[in-house]
């Protein structure tokens, strides 16, 4: 099953859309963007040349991939959240040779108008709040909220939360899958 690319979208000669991926109303692919199999581009997303996006990657409306961001498998991005790539930028100073390299890892989700600050990675299904500002790593599992993000508890794979604190030493099942989990001071692992 070929991409399927809206009308109105523009994909530059020598972009790689995967199978199956759907690209919608007024999306812009750069001609280095690189997207793997069944994902999905809503509304106004803008995609640069100098980015990976895995399978089944869901980017909702009025999204920006800015150069030097790469999306594992199954991220989601949640409508008008924003990726950066300089980390002090001035109209007036050219930094393209400074840009900072974002990494967000298989299975995480980027809740709406979240900001992530370029040259951080996001750890394998991490969960940022809606609004959230993130300026630093993320460790796996970790749900962050909140000017600047702090980590205030766990989720499992399944995007549920986990009945662990946001430190210490535990266990915990995921309530929907059963899928259990053990903390250990600053990290969470499945089991």
């Known amino acids: 099953m070929a991409a399927t690319v809206h009308a109105s979208a523009i994909v530059d000669e020598g972009a790689r859309i995967g199978e199956g991926t759907r690209v919608w109303h007024w999306v812009h692919v750069s001609a280095g963007a ?86 951080t990675t996001i750890g394998e299904y991490a969960f940022v709040g809606a609004g959230a500002v993130v300026s630093r790593d993320v460790p796996a599992f970790a749900l962050m909220v909140g000017v600047p993000a702090r980590r205030i508890g766990w989720m499992s794979r399944h995007g549920e939360r986990l009945d662990l604190p946001a430190s210490g030493q535990g266990e915990a099942a995921c309530p929907v899958t059963g899928e259990r989990y053990r903390l250990d001071g600053a990290a969470l692992a499945a089991l």
């Open 34 to 119: 690189r997207i793997g199999p069944g994902c999905s581009l809503g509304q106004g997303v803008f995609v640069g040349n100098d980015v990976v996006i895995g399978a089944n990657v869901k980017i909702q409306n009025h999204v920006s991939v800015y150069d030097a961001v790469t999306l594992e498998d199954d991220v989601f991005c949640g409508p008008s959240m924003v990726f950066t790539n300089v980390y002090n930028p001035r109209s007036a100073v050219p930094r393209k040779s400074e840009y900072r390299r974002t990494l967000v890892r298989r299975g995480a989700t980027l809740g709406a108008n979240c900001t992530v600050v370029c040259g």
